[in-house]
């Protein structure tokens, strides 16, 4: 190759690899735009999660706090989802409670998005969407599909070993930055465990009687489609669930490891006054034996691969005719909060809460999510 023609090949090399970094810098940079969350007829006012721990403040981490509050006083109820990005029902449940939850007595606590980072990569070589689209009747919304962990950009390298705080459990590497493996939580670790310290001081502080904390699982995962309830939650829990079954939402109850550590429903549940719960349902995303991860499998949870699991009698949850779609996990979750914020005077009647227009789980089937969902008002 004679000098000029290897000077411009370098050239067009070098202009590829540097477009190839602009698309792909730009598209990894807009995954920080957080996608709008509608106000809601309920909502009394939207703090942030810097309030109970302001070391957070102007970083990824500071996520809205959705108030909705009610005329009469009463108990107060927290509801996070996204601790795991991927668990897109936990997310979606907790965003049409902001857009559509009404609470007439006591208080609604609701944090869409616990876990900013993790909406901000993707899982390296998974082939997962970034986003997905929900259509409404108007026009459509669009969420971040994110990744379970935070973001190593925020906090890196992986240890070795992750040594739990306060406990000492050691874990697997990675779980560092697992945040229902932080709770607590400490105002002076990495970035995952100051994230689990404001939430923990958000619970304390707005002293929740109760806190859901919404998730999803492998379908190939024994812990699916139930409520994990710490020892203080278990009568509660064991009361919706025979609630939930009469009305046709089989959830199962698991009881919370003693020695698992750094989960929401042990840990808040052992260092607050909070009955701490987590909620799971099936997303096949999550689970190795998927096709095609893409937004269609995300949104209905169909999969042949998994027809042919539930065939084997291989799944925790049944895959039934229509898979597992998200109108159905959402409807499970929100059913799950529904009664667990009805049963909460009953076990204790002094912590009344009481909320409307939550979306049904019928509804939910027959509407799809998107007639839940609210147009955002451009700025
Ligand atoms: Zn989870």
Not at 248 to 267: A, D, F, N, V, Y
Not at 313 to 330: F, S
């Amino acid at each position: 190759m004679s000098m000029p023609s290897r000077f411009f090949t370098s050239l067009i090399l070098l202009s590829i690899a540097l477009a190839t970094a602009f698309f792909t810098g730009n598209h990894f940079m807009s995954l920080y735009e957080r996608e709008p969350v509608v106000k809601g007829p309920g909502v009394t006012r939207v703090g942030k999660l810097s309030d109970y721990f302001p070391k957070i403040k102007n970083t990824v981490a500071d996520t809205n706090v959705y108030f909705l509050e009610g005329s009469e006083p009463g108990a107060t109820v927290v509801v996070f989802g996204g601790i795991h990005s991927i668990e897109t029902a936990g997310m979606m449940s907790a965003v049409l409670l902001v857009e559509n939850a009404v609470v007439k007595t006591g208080r609604l606590i609701v944090v869409p998005h616990s876990n900013e980072s993790a909406f901000t990569h993707n899982a390296p070589s998974e082939g997962y969407p970034s986003r997905f689209t929900v259509k409404t009747s108007w026009g459509s919304r669009r969420f971040r599909y994110g990744d379970r962990l935070t973001n190593p950009v925020h906090q890196w390298p992986d240890p070795e070993i992750y040594v739990h705080y306060p406990s000492g459990d050691l874990q697997a590497d990675f779980e560092v930055r697992n945040l229902d493996r932080a709770f607590p939580g400490r105002p002076d670790g990495g970035y995952t465990e100051r994230v689990a310290y404001a939430l923990t001081e958000l619970v304390r502080k707005e002293n929740a009687a109760m806190t859901l904390d919404l998730h999803e699982a492998r379908p190939m995962n024994p812990i699916v489609n139930c409520i994990i309830a710490n020892e203080r939650a278990a009568e509660i829990a064991a009361m919706a669930v025979m609630d939930l079954g009469m009305q046709g939402i089989k959830m199962r109850l698991e009881p919370s490891p003693k020695k698992l550590r750094g989960m929401t429903h042990r840990e808040l549940g052992d260092h607050t006054q909070t009955l701490a719960m987590l909620m799971e349902t099936p997303s096949p995303a999550m689970d190795k034996l998927h096709g095609r991860a893409d937004e269609s499998l995300i949104l209905t949870g169909k999969d042949e691969f998994f027809r042919s699991a539930d065939h084997r009698r291989l799944l925790y949850a049944a895959y039934g005719q229509n898979g597992y779609p998200l109108e159905e996990r959402v409807g499970r979750h929100l059913a799950s909060v529904t009664v667990l914020i009805q049963l909460l005077a009953e076990v204790h009647s002094d912590q009344k809460v009481e909320v409307e227009n939550i979306p049904e789980y019928k509804a939910l089937q027959e509407n799809g999510i998107g007639s839940f969902l609210r147009m955002p008002q451009k700025d």
